[in-house]
């Protein structure tokens, strides 16, 4: 059974970080590209970055700078760093492995599209 929790969610100010984590069984780095998707309420689901099986990464422009995507292979773990953080990226947070590079209406998406945790909200105050 995959399954993929997330954890690191927590509530700032702004300028503050958090570090999300994504611990994941069934499956590994190698199955396919993994990274994070966030929805914030009345807005799509967003992909905000991501990480492929060789190691490559993007970034949304919107978190270019700031966040930083890592994995530790040992720990079947993917982690999302996240500076500077602003009210904007006020959010639910989920960890994906099977990366389609498009944007859903909502997060998660049908089933078909990737494995998906089951959220950490992000909350930003100004």
């Known amino acids: 059974e995959v399954q993929l929790v997330e954890s690191g969610g927590d509530s700032v100010q702004a300028g503050g970080s958090l570090r999300l984590s994504c611990t994941f069984s069934?499956?590994?780095?190698?199955?396919?590209?993994m990274g994070w998707y966030r929805q914030a309420p009345d807005n799509e689901c967003t992909l905000v970055s991501s990480?492929?099986?060789?190691?490559?990464?993007r970034y949304a422009d919107f978190v270019k700078g700031r966040f930083t995507i890592s994995q530790d292979n040992a720990k079947n773990t993917l982690y999302l760093q996240m500076n500077s953080l602003q009210p904007e990226d006020t959010a639910v947070y989920y960890c994906?492995?099977?990366?389609?590079?498009?944007?859903?209406?909502?997060?998660?998406?049908?089933?078909?599209?990737?494995?998906w945790g089951q959220g950490t909200q992000v909350t930003v105050s100004s």
């Open positions: 994906v492995l099977g990366i389609y590079y498009t944007n859903y209406g909502q997060c998660p998406p049908s089933k078909g599209f990737g494995y």
């Open positions: 990480i492929t099986r060789d190691g490559s990464i």
């Open positions: 069934g499956i590994s780095f190698d199955d396919d590209d």
